[in-house]
């Protein structure tokens, strides 16, 4: 389990108030959250039901539909071990038979090794719409993500492909949404900003009051906005989780108790209301 431990009371450095304000984040949701049960089948329907039980206790009159979405999303490129020179892998569907031929030998997660696999590429709205999520939760509002989720674009939301331009499905619809509940300034000083997230998947580290979280980190210098803080820390492993914070276990059952599943933002938008209010804008 990853602890965040140190009381925001004796917080001196930016690192340890970086570390507070997570950690708040978290204790906030555990607070608030209950014990109601939250059906994790359809992330997209779970995500809904944590908001709608944390606005049951939210202040009234909360002012929560704010436009965050834009076109953020500008390309996706193919990187190792897609494409590598001798022995290229290929983004297969996602239930691809792994014991037969060509699959077994040719698919990213079938037989890939670590690598940075498939990185969404960001355009300059990228920056606004961090801006406008960062408001959204200072006005006591939720968020969520629409992500990418793994090695590669192949669990779409297929009611969402049925109705998407081929082309576009990729970035329009979805594999995953997760519900943002708070914020981190970064310790540098530089614009990056973390974002805390709950995770209906069960895929993300942070092990806390039978829940699980995560963090999305927002890179000015690099304009990017996933679970990993650069360009250097994308990678991956086949199943599609980062090789850190901890060494992967052979049992693939435990595996998503350690790492964290590799998430790129596609989708940011407001949710509903969560807690007062810090600032206005």
């Not at 996602?94 to 990185?119: M, V, W």
């Not at 998947?201 to 999305?216: D, V, W």
């Amino acid at each position: 389990m990853m602890s965040f431990a140190v009381p925001a009371s004796v917080t001196v450095s930016p690192g340890k108030v970086w570390v507070a304000q997570i950690e708040s984040a978290i204790h906030q949701f555990c607070s608030r959250i209950g014990s109601e049960e939250i059906n994790r089948h359809n992330c997209a329907a779970a995500v809904n039901r944590a908001a709608a039980i944390l606005g049951g206790s939210a202040p009234k009159l909360l002012k929560c539909n704010l436009a965050v979405g834009a076109n953020f999303v500008a390309a996706k490129s193919y990187r190792s071990p897609f494409h590598d020179p001798q022995d290229p892998k290929k983004c297969c569907g996602f239930n691809a038979p792994c014991d037969r031929q060509p699959y077994k030998s040719g698919c990213g997660h079938c037989a890939g090794g670590t690598g940075p696999y498939l990185i969404v590429q960001y355009g300059p709205a990228l920056a606004g719409s961090v801006e406008k999520v960062r408001c959204v939760l200072d006005r006591g509002c939720l968020a969520v993500a629409g992500v990418l989720s793994g090695i590669c674009d192949d669990k779409p939301d297929v009611g969402c492909e049925r109705k998407t331009r081929p082309d576009l499905v990729w970035k329009e619809c979805p594999e995953h949404w997760l519900l943002i509940i708070g914020y981190a300034d970064d310790p540098s000083g530089k614009g990056n900003y973390t974002f805390v997230f709950w995770d209906s998947a069960r895929m993300s580290p942070i092990h806390t009051c039978g829940h699980e979280f995560g963090l999305l980190y927002y890179n000015v210098a690099e304009n990017r906005l996933s679970t990993g803080p650069t360009l250097a820390m994308m990678t991956c492993d086949r199943d599609g989780y980062h090789p850190w914070p901890y060494p992967i276990p052979t049992d693939k059952y435990l595996r998503h108790w350690y790492t964290q599943k590799r998430y790129q933002v596609l989708k940011l938008g407001a949710s509903g209301p969560y807690k007062p209010p810090t600032r206005a804008c």
